[in-house]
């Protein structure tokens, strides 16, 4: 289950599976073909596997946390296609 966190740096936040970590001491990073005008996720992995993704035009907003299951499956579907249409104003 993904959960929505304030990245506030001053607060810690909590995973699904209920460790605590502070968004400050992530790393962050985002795609080398991510465009120049910052339409862009970052993503940053805790030591436990979980996944945190945010939009890198607003560092301080929400983050989203996914399981390292949860995760995966996305990346499969990406592999396998399954989101090509998305975005595309031709659909």
Same mark, same amino acid.
């Given at each position: 289950? $993904?959960?929505? $966190? #304030? &990245?506030?740096? +001053?607060?810690? #936040? +909590?995973?699904? #599976?209920? &460790?605590?970590? =502070? ?7 985002? #795609? &080398?073909?991510?465009? @120049?005008? *910052?339409?862009? !996720?970052?993503? @940053? =992995?805790?030591?436990?596997?979980? !996944? ?8 301080? *907003?929400? !983050?989203?946390?996914? +399981?390292?299951?949860?995760?995966? @499956?996305?990346? @499969? ?7 090509? $249409?998305? *975005?595309?104003?031709?659909?």
């Amino acid at each position: 289950m $993904h959960q929505n $966190h #304030s &990245s506030d740096p +001053t607060n810690s #936040s +909590t995973t699904p #599976s209920g &460790s605590s970590f =502070e968004m400050s001491s992530l790393s962050w990073r985002k #795609s &080398s073909r991510s465009f @120049a005008n *910052g339409n862009c !996720v970052e993503v @940053a =992995e805790l030591p436990n596997g979980t !996944v945190c993704v945010r939009n890198s035009r607003d560092k301080t *907003g929400p !983050v989203l946390s996914y +399981t390292p299951d949860e995760w995966q @499956a996305f990346i @499969a579907g990406v592999i396998n296609g399954e989101f090509d $249409h998305f *975005g595309d104003p031709r659909d």
